[in-house]
């Protein structure tokens, strides 16, 4: 019966946490999968509209972004800007950057460049209308309107 | 004298924890949940001379749909008007005829009514073989200068989807399989079968600034 006393105090152990940097690496994961680089800071705000026939961009590479929205620092007025890179600019700088676009592409690729617009949903068509014909100058033919898929209120 | 093994220490991975924390907040900076889907679509190539920027459509083969600076939209074209309040009615919600059933309607013509597109026959190529398609047909969007986006990417989402169903039916009708299962071939056969040939004109500014 004395074998089974245990003498000195009792301690409770530890909680073991060598599995705390599994489920991180698992989080971190997730993270990576669903998320993309973000290769630019946004420098408007925008809310895309919802649709339900819309299909996704395949080969990011080949794909040029335009933001279009009001300025996220509300200093600047509520007016559209557009984004081009990582500077705001006007309709008419829209063909040089085009441009300069399709030159860092592969000769092959040049023609299947697609132009993503991404806008927030309350843009006067005034301004996208000006946006179209402007890449239409520039033959970027190819485009498609960023869109959340789901349907469209 | 037996030697007992040295108990070599295991390595303290306690710090394991605070790697991955790191990485993970760096991960969380600089990425964001983008969405990369979007409408895809074509423009036209910008007219080379002052002739192209206007063509003769004869009545018949013209679906007018414009949308106004209150973002209502009106469908028309020789059979009847309809008016829509909002995207909702747009879908076919109430008494209304959804717009992309009144686009089908006037692509196919199938009881050849004078007031829709002419059908001609055309050869497809097997197994589609010849078929009655109405080649000249235009729907044409206009919209005012202040209209919102929002409502345009509905009346385009509309549109658009009316000529996916169409072409999934056919691709159903003469393929057998759904449209995304077949090659790239089909795929263009069926695209040729039901092109896209939807106009959009300059935005009148009626609204005022």
Redesign the interface.
Same mark, same amino acid.
């Given at each position: 019966m004395g074998k089974f006393n245990k003498g000195g105090k009792k301690e409770m152990p530890a909680l073991n946490s060598s599995s705390m940097p599994d489920i991180v690496f698992a989080i971190l994961f997730f993270f990576m999968v669903t998320t993309t680089m973000r290769s630019e800071t946004l420098m408007v705000r925008m809310k895309l509209p919802t649709a339900s026939e819309v299909q996704k961009l395949e080969k990011k590479s080949l794909v040029t972004y335009i933001n279009i929205g009001p300025p996220m620092e509300t200093r600047l007025g509520t007016g559209t800007q557009m984004q081009l890179n990582d500077r705001f600019a006007q309709v008419s700088e829209i063909q040089d950057y085009i441009a300069q676009e399709k030159a860092s592409m592969n000769e092959a690729d040049q023609p299947l460049m697609t132009v993503s617009i991404k806008a927030d949903e309350e843009t006067r068509m005034q301004y996208i209308t000006d946006v179209k014909q402007a890449l239409r100058q520039a033959y970027a033919l190819k485009i498609s309107y960023s869109a959340r898929q789901g349907q469209n209120k | 004298m037996a030697k007992t093994t040295r108990k070599v220490p295991a390595l303290n991975?306690s710090s $394991? @924890?605070d790697? #991955?924390?790191l990485?993970?907040t760096f991960?969380?900076l /600089?990425? =964001? $949940?983008? /969405?990369? #889907?979007?409408? @895809?679509?074509?423009?036209?190539?910008?007219p080379q001379t002052e002739e192209q920027t206007t063509v003769d459509v004869q009545r018949r083969n013209l679906l007018v749909v414009l949308v106004n600076s209150q973002n209502e939209t009106m469908v028309t074209n020789q059979q009847g008007t309809e008016w829509y309040t909002n @995207? +909702?009615e747009l879908?076919g919600t109430g008494s209304k005829v959804a717009l992309k059933d009144r686009v089908k309607e006037f692509v196919l013509n199938t009881s050849n009514s004078e007031q829709l597109p002419e059908l001609t026959e055309e050869d497809f190529g097997p197994p589609i073989g010849i078929v009655p398609v109405t080649d000249q047909h235009v729907v044409s969007i206009q =919209?005012?200068?202040?209209? #919102?986006?929002?409502t345009?990417? @509905?009346v385009? =989402?509309e549109v /658009?989807?009316a000529y996916?169903e169409l072409r999934e039916e056919g691709a159903r009708k003469y393929f057998n399989t759904s449209y995304e299962d077949l090659t790239e071939d089909q795929q263009n056969q069926i695209n040729d079968l039901y092109p896209q040939r939807i106009s +959009?004109a +300059?935005?009148k500014?009626y609204g005022g600034q």
């Amino acid at each position: 019966m004395g074998k089974f006393n245990k003498g000195g105090k009792k301690e409770m152990p530890a909680l073991n946490s060598s599995s705390m940097p599994d489920i991180v690496f698992a989080i971190l994961f997730f993270f990576m999968v669903t998320t993309t680089m973000r290769s630019e800071t946004l420098m408007v705000r925008m809310k895309l509209p919802t649709a339900s026939e819309v299909q996704k961009l395949e080969k990011k590479s080949l794909v040029t972004y335009i933001n279009i929205g009001p300025p996220m620092e509300t200093r600047l007025g509520t007016g559209t800007q557009m984004q081009l890179n990582d500077r705001f600019a006007q309709v008419s700088e829209i063909q040089d950057y085009i441009a300069q676009e399709k030159a860092s592409m592969n000769e092959a690729d040049q023609p299947l460049m697609t132009v993503s617009i991404k806008a927030d949903e309350e843009t006067r068509m005034q301004y996208i209308t000006d946006v179209k014909q402007a890449l239409r100058q520039a033959y970027a033919l190819k485009i498609s309107y960023s869109a959340r898929q789901g349907q469209n209120k | 004298m037996a030697k007992t093994t040295r108990k070599v220490p295991a390595l303290n991975a306690s710090s $394991m @924890a605070d790697i #991955s924390f790191l990485l993970l907040t760096f991960f969380l900076l /600089v990425s =964001n $949940m983008d /969405v990369d #889907s979007g409408l @895809a679509r074509r423009l036209p190539p910008p007219p080379q001379t002052e002739e192209q920027t206007t063509v003769d459509v004869q009545r018949r083969n013209l679906l007018v749909v414009l949308v106004n600076s209150q973002n209502e939209t009106m469908v028309t074209n020789q059979q009847g008007t309809e008016w829509y309040t909002n @995207a +909702e009615e747009l879908r076919g919600t109430g008494s209304k005829v959804a717009l992309k059933d009144r686009v089908k309607e006037f692509v196919l013509n199938t009881s050849n009514s004078e007031q829709l597109p002419e059908l001609t026959e055309e050869d497809f190529g097997p197994p589609i073989g010849i078929v009655p398609v109405t080649d000249q047909h235009v729907v044409s969007i206009q =919209n005012d200068a202040t209209t #919102s986006y929002k409502t345009y990417i @509905a009346v385009q =989402n509309e549109v /658009v989807r009316a000529y996916n169903e169409l072409r999934e039916e056919g691709a159903r009708k003469y393929f057998n399989t759904s449209y995304e299962d077949l090659t790239e071939d089909q795929q263009n056969q069926i695209n040729d079968l039901y092109p896209q040939r939807i106009s +959009e004109a +300059e935005p009148k500014n009626y609204g005022g600034q």
